[in-house]
């Protein structure tokens, strides 16, 4: 009799580790669908990139191995040639990396690779509940002491408490009591599983915020390019080609309480200047190109009731931070 409540008791543990396994992976793929709504359409295969560098994840003790690990083979791996080539250059001059956003790129550069090793550890931990190896060294599933205390340093990413709770269990006295197939297990592949949805939602983000670190780069140079005072002359060719004169504040990047009232969008690249005005429920679009070595504006307009004509700008006074 008690021969069979323990295979009794053993079928339902293995039971409820499959049902377990199961809600966990449709948990996974509905937590990935929902990532993937709001992310690029086209991206990397983090995954097989993390399999084919996991030795080096898993042993991720430093910013300085993190960047080195990226320049290497992890950026170009990630599309990210661009940014891996600008660290791996030997220290730039402080105004040219500050222009390139360097010290920002590098924050970035550290925070991905953190969340990529951390979802390297839940993936493991999961491939170790399914191959029922629950007993290799601790390190292995939670990572060196050196390892942990470079994940702790990196801020608070989304995906560190739910990496704590992971490691405490899996340093617990129930995990070195756990049977093959017993409730600590369930509970370990559920956190290692939400580990693996938060810790890849926080690698997507940060690899598009590199990817589009040289659009940051150009705006803010746009940006710099543009400050300062202008004297404004629009003609209208509408009402009898009417002119409007005005004088117009460009505030230097990060003073966006000094934009000019309506403005909703500027885009500067190169000598081509775009801005977009909103007010009162119309819109009016400005195409404009500098002259004058940056010193004057030319261009056109046209807005939502269907006016038209010419817009010129002259630089009254420089930027004033």
Known sequence: MYN???????????????LAMVAVSLFGAWLTAKAD???????????????????QLAKLES????????????????????????????????????????????????????????????STVKQAVRDRQLAPPTERLVGSPQV????????????????????????????AKADQEGPVVVTALERAARLE???????YHEWDRIRNWKDR????????????????????????????KLSLLFPPSGQTQSTPPGLAEMIVLGENVYLRWEANGQVQEDSLQFSKEGQRLEGSFVNSQGGWGSISGKRTAGCTP
Do not use: Y
């Open 37 to 55: 709504q709001s992310l690029p359409s086209s991206f990397p295969d983090f995954p097989s990139i993390i399999r084919a560098h996991s030795d």
């Open 217 to 244: 780069v150009r705006g803010l140079n746009g940006q710099a390019r543009l400050c300062g005072t202008w004297q404004w002359i629009i003609h209208n060719h509408q009402h009898n080609h009417q002119e409007q």
């Open 197 to 203: 949805v938060d810790a890849m939602q926080a690698s």
């Open 4 to 18: 069979h409540i323990r295979l009794v008791r053993s079928a339902l543990s293995r039971i409820s580790l499959t």
């Open 63 to 122: 910013d300085k191995g993190a960047g080195t690990l990226f320049v290497s083979a992890i950026g170009p791996a990630l599309q990210l040639g661009d940014a891996a080539r600008t660290l791996g250059r030997t220290p730039l001059p402080i105004k040219l990396a500050n222009e390139l956003l360097v010290p920002d790129l590098t924050s970035a550069v550290h925070r991905l690779m953190s969340s990529l090793a951390a979802w390297h550890l839940a």
């Open 148 to 175: 942990r205390a470079w994940l702790d340093q990196q801020g608070n990413p989304p995906w560190h408490d739910t990496l704590s709770q992971l490691s405490d269990l899996l340093t617990s006295p129930e995990w």
